[in-house]
C-alpha cells in the first residue's frame, strides 16, 4: 500500500508539472516509462532490493532484542559510505572514515540507551538468523540507496519520476509477495481487513518517509542523509524529554555528543586534520581555511582517480545561507 501511494503522489506531481494537461503527462510517460524501458528496467534493482531489505528488517526485529537490532542496524552508516567510494567514486579522508565510526557509536550508544534490555528474550527468537537479517539489511540500505543515488543522478529523469518507476516495481513485488504469503486470507477477508489507524499511520510513514529518503539523496547524498537519520534520532530523544518525562542520563549525553562531534569532524574542510594533528601551523586558534591574503582561492579537489573528494557540508551550507 505504501508503494502505491508513493506512486500515486509521484504521478499528481508529475501531472502537476504538466500544468494538469492530461495529455501531455500521458505522453511524457509513454516516452519515460515504457520507450525508455531500459531506464525504468533498471529500478527494478534497487525496488526488489528494498523489499528484501523491509522484509528482512521483520526478520532482524523478531529474533533480536530491540537493542541489538537498533545498534547493529546502524552499520548501514559504514555500508552506505562503503558503498559510495566503491561505485560512485566518492573519495572520503581519513578524519571522515572517522566522523563516520564516531557516528555509528554514538548513534548506537543512543539507540541502546533507549530501547533498554528488554527484559528476558522469548524463547523462539534465533539470534543467528536475527543477526544475518540485520548484516543483510545494512548491507542491501547501502548498495541500494547508493545504487538509487547513481540512477538519481546519472540521468535526467526528475525525482519524481523515477519514484513512480520505483513504485511500479514495489507495487508488483508487493503484490506477488502477498498473494503468495496472503493470498486466500485476502480473498476471504478482503484486501483492507486489518487496516486500523496505527497500520494506516506506518503505510503514510513509509510511503512519505520513502520520498524524502529520495529528495534528501537527490540534492545531498546518501552519507549525509546518515547524519541528518543520526541527529534527528537524537533531537526527536530531546524532544521526548518534555514530550514524555524522557530523562536524560550520561550514556545518552555521551552518544547526542559522539554524533554532534561526528557532524562536525565530517563537515571541515581537507586539510582540517592536518591543522588538527599540529597546532604549529595553526598557532593563530582554530581557523581552518588558512588562505594568504589576496591569493585566489584553490582549485577544487580532486582524488588521485580523477574523482571530486567529498566536500565538507557545513560550510557549504553556511555560504548558501549568506549568499541568499
Ligand atoms: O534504512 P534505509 O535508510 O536504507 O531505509 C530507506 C527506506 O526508504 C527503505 O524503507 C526504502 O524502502 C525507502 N525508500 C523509498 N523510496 C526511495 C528510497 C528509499 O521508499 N526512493
Not at 195 to 213: E, H, M
Request: net charge positive.
Amino acid at each position: 500500500m505504501a508503494e502505491v501511494l508513493k506512486g500515486l503522489t509521484c504521478l499528481l506531481l508529475l501531472f502537476a508539472q504538466k500544468r494538469g494537461n492530461v495529455k501531455h503527462l500521458v505522453l511524457f510517460l509513454h516516452e519515460a516509462v515504457l520507450v525508455q524501458y531500459v531506464d525504468t528496467l533498471k529500478l527494478a534493482v534497487p525496488s526488489l532490493i528494498y523489499t528484501l531489505q523491509n522484509n528482512l528488517q521483520y526478520v532482524a526485529i523478531s529474533n533480536l532484542p530491540a537493542a541489538t537490532f537498533q545498534v547493529t542496524y546502524q552499520l548501514k552508516i559504514l555500508t552506505t559510505a562503503l558503498f559510495s567510494v566503491l561505485m560512485l567514486n566518492r573519495s572520503l579522508s581519513r578524519l571522515q572514515w572517522v566522523s563516520l565510526l564516531l557516528l555509528f557509536t554514538g548513534v548506537a550508544i543512543v539507540q541502546a540507551q533507549q530501547a533498554g534490555g528488554g527484559g528476558p528474550r522469548p524463547l523462539d527468537q534465533n539470534p543467528g538468523a536475527g543477526l544475518a537479517a540485520v548484516v543483510a539489511s545494512c548491507l542491501s540500505s547501502g548498495f541500494a540507496g547508493v545504487y538509487f543515488e547513481k540512477i538519481l543522478k546519472g540521468s535526467s529523469g526528475s525525482v519524481w519520476l523515477r519514484n513512480l518507476q520505483l513504485g511500479l516495481f514495489g507495487t508488483a513485488l508487493g503484490l506477488v509477495g502477498l498473494w503468495w504469503a496472503e493470498g486466500t486470507a485476502v480473498a476471504r477477508r478482503g484486501f483492507f481487513f486489518g487496516y486500523t489507524p496505527a497500520v494506516w499511520g506506518v503505510v503514510l510513514n513509509q510511503a512519505f518517509g520513502g520520498l524524502l529518503v529520495a529528495v534528501v539523496v537527490k540534492y545531498a547524498d546518501n552519507i549525509l542523509k546518515g547524519f541528518a537519520t543520526s541527529l534527528s534520532i537524537v533531537l526527536s530523544t530531546v524532544a521526548s524529554i518534555r514530550l514524555f518525562g524522557f530523562h536524560l542520563d550520561p550514556l545518552f549525553a555521551l552518544g547526542a555528543g559522539l554524533v554532534i562531534g561526528a557532524v562536525y569532524l565530517y563537515s571541515l574542510p581537507r586539510g582540517a586534520i592536518k591543522a588538527i594533528a599540529s597546532p604549529s601551523t595553526s598557532a593563530s586558534g582554530p581557523c581552518i581555511h588558512q588562505q594568504p591574503p589576496g591569493q585566489p582561492p584553490p582549485p577544487p579537489q580532486l582524488s588521485s582517480r580523477g574523482d571530486h573528494i567529498t566536500e565538507p557540508f557545513l560550510p557549504k551550507l553556511l555560504t548558501k545561507v549568506k549568499g541568499s
